[in-house]
Each structure stands twice: as C-alpha cells, then as structure tokens.
C-alpha cells in the first residue's frame, strides 16, 4: 500500500525551531518529488516547499523562504521540513504529499498525501 | 487570500448536478494545467481530477473537470451524501514558480 506519514508536529513557542519528518512507503521514493503543503484551519491549502527526486531542484513559497529548509533521505524512504523562526502564522496542519514526475515544477500533480501533522505556533 | 478563487460553499439535493468555478490568471489557470483535490471530513486531500478533466482509477464519471482560459470548473452529477468535502483547485503558477490552491469549497448535500 502507497502510504504518507508524518510526524514531529506539536506545541512551540515563537522563535523556536522543529523538524517535521514524513515516512514513505509502497513506492520507490527517490523515482519522484515531493512537497509539503499546510492547511491554517478553517482555511485553503498553501504549498510550502517541493523538492526533487535527487534534490537537484528545490523550491519554497515566499512565506517561508529563508526560514524552512526542506530536505530528503532517499536511502531511507523519508522527507523532512525543518522549520527555524516560526511564527503564529505558521499554526497550520502540515501534509506532506508525492508528485507523479521525478522532478518538482511545472505540471507536477500530488497523487498520494499524508494523513497531516498539526503545528501550532503559540506563547 | 488564496491565489485562485473558488466560492467558499456550495450545496445540492441527492441527484442532481453542481459545479465548483475556481478563477485565476494567465500566470496560473491560463498557461498551465488544473488539478482538484477533494478532502472528506478528517481525512488527507485526495487527488480527484488532474491535468484538467482526467480522472484517477478509481474516481468515478459523475466527476468531471473543465478548463477555459483562467477559470475552470469541477463538475458533480448524480449527486450522493458522500460526496460532501471540500473541494479545491490548483496548479502551478509560473509567476510565483510554484504550486497554487483555492481557498476551497465546502460542498453540502441537502
């Protein structure tokens, strides 16, 4: 069975840092790109970061650029978002979820998505 | 602000027919292609249209996608009880280089 799950999510004070991790399995991992997406409840989904199978090409939404660094272990099945000089606003479910292509860009569709871990940014 | 727009609900009685508009711009919509994503209460999205009007094994026909210009459409006939979830859009934007979404759509059936 192709499955997503992340873990790593929890309560953190403003400033601080965590790492989200999201386990593959059912598929061969490094043959495809995978991103991670967070949902604010109540609200839409925004992608955050993408990365490619080798990755050779990364990309970051605006929001989160220069403070998350997304990364991946091809070797053992996992992808990982670490989050430094996080912010209330970054309270959301995080998903991570797998591209149908190797590389992250244009025309990427998110075939298999994790169950979400939650991440709430609060004093 | 979600960058593509989608009505924020939407609602229909067993059977019948509704569509899902989602409106964006020549960056996003109008030079790429458009995916939906449904997300049933307490679960992960799950991927329901791609490339504009394909359908994944397993969705079923009463679902279907559109695209003209910078809106696009999802489209559910023969309405059903199960299909109430939120619903939304997205694509890349070549502006922005990278994904977009719509702020969904909450669909309800009566």
């Known amino acids: 069975e192709v499955q997503l799950v992340e873990s790593g999510g929890g309560l953190i004070l403003p400033g601080r840092s965590l790492r989200l991790s999201c386990a593959a399995s059912?598929?061969?991992?490094?043959?495809?790109?995978m991103v991670w997406v967070r949902q604010v409840p109540g609200k839409g989904l925004e992608w955050v970061a993408g990365?490619?199978?080798?990755?050779?090409?990364?990309?970051?939404s605006d929001s989160v650029k220069g403070r998350f660094t997304i990364s991946r272990d091809n070797a053992n099945n996992s992808l990982y978002l670490q989050m430094s000089g996080l912010r209330t606003e970054d309270t959301a479910i995080y998903y991570c979820?797998?591209?149908?292509?190797?590389?992250f860009g244009r025309g990427n569709v998110f075939d298999v998505w994790g169950q979400g871990t939650m991440v709430t940014v609060s004093s | 602000q979600s960058v593509l727009t989608q009505p924020p609900s939407a609602s229909g009685t067993p059977g019948q027919r509704v569509t899902i508009s989602c409106s964006g711009s020549?960056?996003?919509?109008?030079?790429?292609?458009l995916d939906w994503y449904q997300r049933l209460p307490g679960t992960a999205p799950k991927l329901l249209i791609y490339?504009?009007?394909q359908r994944p094994s397993g969705v079923p026909d009463r679902f279907s996608g559109s695209k003209s210009g910078t809106s696009a459409s999802l489209a559910i006939s023969g309405l059903r009880s199960e299909d109430e979830a939120d619903y939304y859009c997205?694509?890349?934007?070549?502006?922005?280089?990278?994904?977009?979404f719509g702020g969904g759509t909450k669909l309800t059936v009566l």
């Open positions: 979820a797998k591209a149908d292509e190797y590389t």
């Open positions: 059912g598929f061969t991992f490094d043959d495809y790109a």
């Open positions: 990365i490619g199978w080798n990755s050779g090409i990364i990309g970051y």
């Open positions: 020549s960056s996003n919509i109008g030079s790429n292609y």
């Open positions: 490339r504009s009007n």
């Open positions: 997205a694509t890349w934007d070549d502006s922005l280089s990278g994904p977009v």
